[in-house]
Nanobody
């Protein structure tokens, strides 16, 4: 019954941009703070960005100034615009609520930043 589907990942050169999208059910999207997380090879999953139902945002220091999280209400999606990408941003990106719910984790979308 829970559907969180990430999309938009791919291969990009350093300095490039990608826009990720997380499609959620209306019941989840409308009442929850939503977040993006990522897990890089050899590392634990980490927080990237959050957005409340009122549109307030916060970011991990590592992405602040480069990434922008937004809610697209008409589509029940949570997007992540990623600019000035670095190789260190390479990871599988996931969306979830904040605080996270373990059964909400989806497949994620792979972002690879490489020359």
């Amino acid at each position: 019954q829970v559907q969180l589907v990430e999309s938009g990942g791919g291969l990009v050169q350093p300095g490039g941009s990608l826009r990720l999208s997380c499609a959620a059910s209306r019941g989840i999207f409308s009442i929850n703070t939503m977040a993006w997380y990522r897990q890089a090879p050899g590392k634990q999953r980490e927080f990237v960005a959050i957005i409340t139902t009122a549109g307030r945002t916060n970011y991990a220091d590592s992405v602040k100034g480069r990434f922008t999280i937004s809610r697209v209400n008409a589509k029940n999606t949570v997007d992540l615009q990623m600019n000035s990408l670095k190789p260190e941003d390479t990871a599988v990106y996931y969306c979830n609520t904040f605080p996270q719910r373990n059964n909400y984790w989806g497949q994620g979308t792979q972002v690879t930043v490489s020359s």
